[in-house]
């Protein structure tokens, strides 16, 4: 992902949203220390939630991307469908431009890359310098 | 020079020292919970919500104890169980347990509106990352007309 920021950062931002855990160690799908996936419980409050955000954001070197945090009624991600991870592209005009499929097998970078190539190109005025178009 | 110093006083203070990092979900709820050190954690010492502690004693013994979190969920076998042991194989999924390649199970489509959230930010202080509970959350609808907006939902495990 921070290869795309780093291509398409300057048309497009992009923005991590943090929502509720796919794997808590406590939760329905446990992972965590012996499988090699990162300990964490199921944040109860905004609070815990947002050390944990904290905890990934640096563990992953995720700077310089920005990161939105879901509120405890995992509101975003309920709008999204976006448990436990998915990409989404939003226009500029505000409506969904690209909906990835349900992670972990419908997570493509490659997808959205895609969809930020179509989109910038369909954004660009047809009075191109280089003169091209019929 | 500090790690050096707290690693000393737990030797000091008696009782094997803890490993610094947590490498199994037992060392972890036991750091966190076990308050007396007796290897297994009472409903009154994990303090949480009743369902996540039923959750944790797997087998009901009243206590959260070292075999109740051992293994992780399988997502071919369904439910968590006990890791496998050595030799023995993977149980292989059938056709219908596998999730499909292509799954397109979203509730928004192209040309739907974005649905608006206002959400907080995590700001970066050097190398502190906190979040800013005064901070005025930011809109997503506060981008329309500027830029295209990527979107990546996702948590750390």
């Given at each position: ?5 780093a ?26 220390g012996?499988?090699g996936h990162?300990?964490v ?15 990934c ?19 975003a ?15 500029r ?37 280089d003169?091209?178009?019929? | 020079m ?27 709820l ?49 439910g968590?169980?006990?890791g ?9 999924s059938t ?63």
């Open positions: 992902m921070k290869e795309l920021h291509e398409y950062g300057d048309d497009v931002l992009f923005l991590v949203v943090y929502i509720h855990e796919a794997h808590a160690l406590d939760g329905a799908r446990p992972f965590g012996e499988d990162p300990l419980e199921e944040p109860q409050t905004s609070e815990e939630r947002g050390e944990v955000a904290a905890r954001h640096s563990s992953l070197d995720m700077a310089p991307l920005r990161m939105l945090i879901d509120d405890m009624e995992n509101t991600a309920t709008a999204y469908a976006a448990h436990p991870d998915r990409l989404y592209l939003v226009g005009d505000g409506k969904i431009a690209y909906a990835g499929g349900r992670g972990p097998f419908g997570f493509s970078p490659e997808e959205l890359e895609t969809a930020i190539l179509d989109l910038l190109e369909a954004d660009r005025p047809d009075d191109r310098p003169g091209g178009g019929e | 500090m790690i050096e110093a707290v690693w000393l006083a737990l030797i000091l203070v008696g009782d094997a020292p803890e490993p610094e990092v947590p490498a199994t979900k037992w060392e972890f036991a750091r966190k919970y076990d308050v007396d050190r007796d290897g297994r954690i009472t409903a009154e010492e994990y303090g949480r919500d009743a369902t996540t502690f039923a959750r944790l004693d797997r087998d009901s013994s009243g206590a959260i104890e070292p075999e109740d979190v051992v293994g992780s969920w399988n997502p071919r076998g369904g968590a169980r006990p496998r042991r050595e030799g023995e194989r993977p149980e292989r056709r219908a347990e596998r999730p499909a390649r292509t799954e397109r199970s979203s509730a928004l489509a192209i040309g739907d509106p974005a649905p608006e959230f206002a959400l907080n930010e995590m700001i970066a202080f050097g190398d502190a990352l906190t979040e800013l509970g005064a901070a005025k959350p930011v809109a997503l609808s506060s981008f329309r007309g500027d830029r295209p907006v990527a979107l990546i939902f996702g948590s750390y495990t």
